[in-house]
């Protein structure tokens, strides 16, 4: 009898305990801004998958550091099809590259490009070259020939931005864009710390020749004292516009959030200033901004998870809050918010794992409602559905209807099933291809008619210490 009173006593107090909880969440979430109604626009997970790819090839891309759910960052992959769909590039954590071709997986060379990561790599429009950037303690960006791998040029950006090999502050080239003039737009960048222990940033952005000629570089003589991740290149060859993830809170030369260059030139044409939000004094953009085809649009994700969508000259058009950030004890929780992108006449934003802001590497307490989801508007700021991935969305990338997504480890949730690369047709909102991966999936990749896809995956170490996944590349052809 005492021992059914205890079990008794604490099953009412276990009941207690998860009641107060619950309520305790719903009276944390309960404010959250909602631009969505939960009921007839919010699109998860399908409970079928129509599985509409074949297998071409699985390329093991060897070693690479086994990481878990604590933490945050995931290790790399840069790939990219040729325009004629007829070759696939691939650049790896341990500065391999492979070029593939589609048709049967045949790989047509494999070379190990420098002793650094890869950290960005791109076809020349034409097919004829490959142009690869590295991180490593030379910061290289190197042009291939696509037919033999062989280097033709690169350039060394640690003369522009320096290294600090005792603190491995290594300069990286970190985004490639070609233009259909053959010019060669890219960024590097590192940060190190000064006497005083603050962080001091140093990015270049650079536009070259097809042949290796420096047209121009901007800034000209200096560099930017501020951490610059991403710049885009509408087609006309107008303007390159870039965004600031200035975070450390010192007084910076280039203190604006959002930066249009004349892409010609190099010269600045005009910034915007974008205030930060609590708990943050700066708006970060990572995976941001992108400027439209045509000019005409910028789309822009914050970390703290706003989206944005600004005309050519910078004018605002409209602001939604996908991920609002709200204080959980002593500490701010939001999904981090990375990508926006303009695809035809679609605006789509993504978000990632919850995020804690005293310290980023440190696993949440809960899952923010709004992480690991793709956001889909038109260009007039209607909302049009949320697709929710289940864990982060690594990577995006877009063959018109089509977005293949990078579906990675969800830190909250720890569930391995939601690994793989999805295929979601943007005007529908459904998902019309699943390919599971035991790891991780933490790179996308599509031809230009969605005849081909590549996803590439990592191994994950559980909390129980067993291993899922590999570093793979895998090689799928679309059935239709």
């Avoid at 939960?38 to 599985?51: F, Y």
């Avoid at 053959?182 to 960024?187: E, S």
């Avoid at 293949?404 to 909250?412: D, H, M, R, S």
Wanted: charged fraction near 25%; glycine fraction near 8%; aromatic fraction near 12%.
């Amino acid at each position: 009898m005492n021992n059914l009173k205890k079990w008794r006593n604490v099953f009412i107090i276990g009941l207690f305990v998860f009641t107060f909880i619950m309520i305790g969440m719903h009276l944390y979430f309960e404010n959250l801004h909602k631009i969505f109604s939960s009921d007839e626009k919010t699109l998860s997970m399908q409970d079928r998958w129509e599985h509409k790819c074949e297998s071409v090839v699985d390329i093991d891309l060897g070693e690479v550091e086994i990481r878990g759910f604590n933490h945050m960052g995931s290790i790399k992959a840069h790939m990219e099809f040729s325009t004629d769909e007829k070759r696939l590039a691939i650049g790896t954590d341990s500065g391999e590259i492979l070029l593939l071709q589609t048709e049967d997986g045949k790989i047509l060379w494999r070379k190990q490009v420098g002793i650094g990561k890869i950290t960005a790599l791109t076809f020349s429009p034409d097919g004829k070259y490959v142009y690869v950037g590295e991180t490593s303690p030379e910061g290289r960006i190197v042009c291939l020939d696509s037919k033999s791998g062989q280097a033709i040029w690169d350039y060394k950006t640690v003369e522009d931005i320096g290294v600090d090999l005792k603190h491995s502050s290594l300069p990286g080239t970190v985004k490639i864009i070609c233009d259909q003039e053959k010019n060669v737009y890219f960024l590097s960048k590192r940060y190190e710390n000064d006497k005083k222990g603050k962080i001091v940033y140093r990015a270049k952005i650079f536009c070259f020749g097809e042949q290796g000629d420096k047209k121009w570089a901007m800034p000209n003589a200096s560099t930017l004292d501020a951490w610059v991740d991403w710049i885009s290149v509408d087609e006309k060859m107008n303007t390159l516009v870039f965004g600031t993830a200035n975070v450390s809170g010192i007084q910076y030369e280039f203190a604006d959030s959002l930066y249009y260059v004349n892409a010609k030139t190099g010269e600045i044409k005009n910034s915007v200033q974008i205030a930060g939000i609590i708990p943050y004094e700066k708006t970060a953009m990572r995976g941001s901004p992108n400027i439209s085809a045509d000019g005409n649009f910028v789309s822009a994700m914050a970390s703290d998870g706003r989206a944005f969508l600004y005309d050519e000259k910078g004018n605002l058009l409209w602001e939604r809050a996908l991920s609002e950030p709200k204080k959980f004890g002593a500490v701010y929780l939001n999904a981090v918010g990375r990508d926006a992108f303009v695809i035809k006449d679609y605006v789509v934003f993504s978000t990632l794992n919850t995020y804690n802001s005293a310290n980023w590497q440190l696993p949440t307490p809960v899952e923010h409602p709004g992480s690991n989801s793709v956001y889909v508007f038109n260009k007039t700021g209607e909302f049009l559905y949320r697709w929710q991935a289940g864990g982060a969305v690594e990577d995006l990338a877009f063959a018109y209807p089509y977005a293949a997504i990078a579906v990675g480890k969800n830190t909250k949730t720890k569930n391995v099933e939601v690994h793989g690369l999805r295929i979601l047709n943007l005007e529908t909102g459904e998902v019309e291809a699943q390919i599971p991966t035991k790891g991780p999936n933490i790179a996308a990749a599509i031809s230009k008619n969605g005849t081909y896809v590549a996803a590439v995956e990592v191994p994950l170490k559980k909390n129980d210490g067993t291993i899922v996944g590999t570093y793979t590349l895998h090689l799928l052809r679309n059935k239709n």
